[in-house]
């Protein structure tokens, strides 16, 4: 044990970095923040906040969009000073690379340590730190084609709300028939939901006879605080990058049909709307020194972004592959491609450009109404399901006269519709149309978070999805190993009754 008085801390003022995450939600309040280097110093806080009875909340980096490292009371233990990596290692059984890593570390420290490797998790936010994706199951337009962060933890050493430390390699503890996992000297039992068949961020995971690991994945750090991370690793390779336009929004998402099944597989697939890349369009003509993009085929009203790995001899295969899978599509009105970096670091800005430019129409908004905001969704869809949850939000918001846009990964079906409020009165309608989108991806077995979370903002939106026996099964598991929700409390639900 660490004496408390030697680990660093601050006073928390009013207007501090660690009472607020990029949602900006308002009303973060927290006594002292303080700065542990290593897991002793970690599990020494857990065990002094435990006997003192102190609610706390975990800060990564603030890069999340939900309020889940947005203290409510207690004190904040930023993990910014856990930062070290390890040499790359290989396993013993497998030969497999992996790399370790302290939870505070970022995705842009573990991208430039690394140089023939790399970790295939890519969400767009590299200062994320590498424990607040695991806790929130982060992913990206890659996770098409490798997964969300769950496939790529090997291990977690956590330390537990009541201080002590465990670590649980992926394969050492399963629930048994009844869904009871023993670990720790507790018996948890583990939510008995069925998870949407689609990528998903949102609630405790669960299924028959699951792996403990996985419900620390995603568990928005209300279970255990993630000290260090193992993660797999995958060889770096080159790839060649597209974009295909297309005359109409249909025939760019009926393409994706085609390409998802085709070989070889993309990296990842993307996609942009009419409005999106007449908004591009517009804001490269008023600034091209800020939006420099190259010129668009005329009579274009949907994008389509995608990467195609290759080895270094066979990439005119690819090329005529690729031209074999264009080929197949209707309604196509031309293309770029790109395989010298400086031609795909064009593409990715282009692509990247789209949420900048709604950020910055909302920040003009905000002129006007300080308060307005973004809503975005995070719904994602069975496959089968995708084209009438794009339809049904396409003609919803489209109904109501709201301004909007829509673009991200189509590959997972899994777009995001940005709602851009004009006044407090569109914002407050923009809410119920959130609403009943949620509700709609629900009834067609979705998700309401495919890769942000829950946090403290969209509480209301998981009760939709796992109804209240659901939370209070998740509630269950949060008691078992945290009675007095100390531990991030208010990310999920409600502490309810705690003891
Ligand atoms: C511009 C932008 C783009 C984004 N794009 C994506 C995207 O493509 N995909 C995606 O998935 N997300 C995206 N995000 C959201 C965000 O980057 C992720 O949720 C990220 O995983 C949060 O990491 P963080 O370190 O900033 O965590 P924080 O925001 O600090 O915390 C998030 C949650 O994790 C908890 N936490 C953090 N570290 C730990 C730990 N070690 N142990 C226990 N709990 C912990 C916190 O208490 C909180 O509940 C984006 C955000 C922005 C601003």
């Known amino acids: 044990m660490v004496e408390i008085k030697t680990i660093q801390k601050r006073t928390v003022k009013a207007d501090d970095v660690y009472l607020c995450d990029e949602s900006k939600m308002p009303g973060g309040k927290a006594e002292e923040v303080f700065f542990p280097k290593n897991i002793e110093e970690l599990s020494s806080l857990a065990a002094h906040f435990y006997s003192l009875k102190k609610p706390y909340t975990v800060f990564g980096r603030g890069t999340g969009i939900t309020g889940a490292s947005v203290p409510l009371e207690g004190a904040v233990i930023s993990l910014e000073k856990m930062n070290k990596i390890n040499d790359l290692a290989h396993c013993k059984q497998t030969g497999k690379p992996f790399l370790k890593a302290e939870s505070g570390v ?79 000297g507790k018996k948890i039992k583990v939510p008995q939901y069925k998870m949407p068949e689609c990528k998903n961020a949102a609630g405790l995971y669960s299924c028959p006879g699951m792996d403990l690991i996985d419900l620390f994945i995603g568990s928005e750090g209300i279970l255990g605080i993630v000290g260090e991370v193992e993660i797999w690793l995958e060889k770096k390779f080159p790839a060649v990058s597209f974009i295909a336009f297309f005359e109409d929004e249909q025939k760019a998402v009926d393409f994706v049909g085609i390409l998802r099944n085709s070989d070889p597989k993309p990296e990842f697939i993307e996609y942009v709307d009419r409005l999106g890349l007449k908004m591009l369009k517009e804001k490269s003509a008023q600034d091209p020194a800020s939006l420099n993009i190259p010129p668009l085929p005329e009579n274009s009203e949907g994008g389509i972004f995608f990467d195609t790995a290759y080895n270094e001899g066979n990439i005119i295969e690819v090329l005529e592959k690729t031209n074999e899978i264009m080929s197949q599509a209707t309604g196509f009105t031309g293309s770029f491609c790109a395989w010298e970096n400086i031609e795909k670091e064009r593409i990715k800005f282009f692509r990247h450009a789209l949420p900048e430019t709604v950020n910055s129409f909302i920040s003009e908004i905000k002129r006007e109404y300080p308060d307005i905001h973004k809503l975005g969704t995070d719904i994602a869809v069975p496959h089968e399901n995708f084209n009438e949850m794009n339809l049904f939000s396409k003609n919803t918001i489209g109904r109501s006269g709201l301004k909007f846009v829509s673009f991200g990964h189509i590959g997972d079906s899994h777009i995001h519709f940005n709602i851009i409020p004009q006044n407090y009165d569109e914002l407050e309608e923009g809410k119920k149309i959130y609403g009943i989108l949620a509700a709609k991806a629900v009834e067609l077995g979705g998700t309401v978070s495919a890769e942000h979370g829950i946090g403290k903002l969209k509480r209301k939106y998981l009760e939709i999805m796992y109804g209240s026996k659901g939370i209070e099964e998740m509630r269950k598991v949060k008691k078992c190993l945290d009675p007095e929700f100390l531990l991030n409390r208010g990310n999920m639900f409600e502490p309810g009754e705690r003891s």
């Open 106 to 184: 970022t995705l842009t420290e573990i991208k430039t340590s690394l140089e023939r490797f790399f970790y295939p998790v890519d969400p767009t936010e590299m200062s994320a730190s590498i424990g607040g994706t695991v806790v929130t199951n982060a992913s990206g337009a890659c996770s098409f084609k490798y997964g969300a962060t769950r496939k790529w933890i090997k291990s977690l050493k956590i330390v537990l709300p009541d201080g002590s430390v465990e670590r649980i390699e992926r394969g050492k503890y399963f629930a048994d028939n009844e869904g009871i996992i023993h670990f720790s």
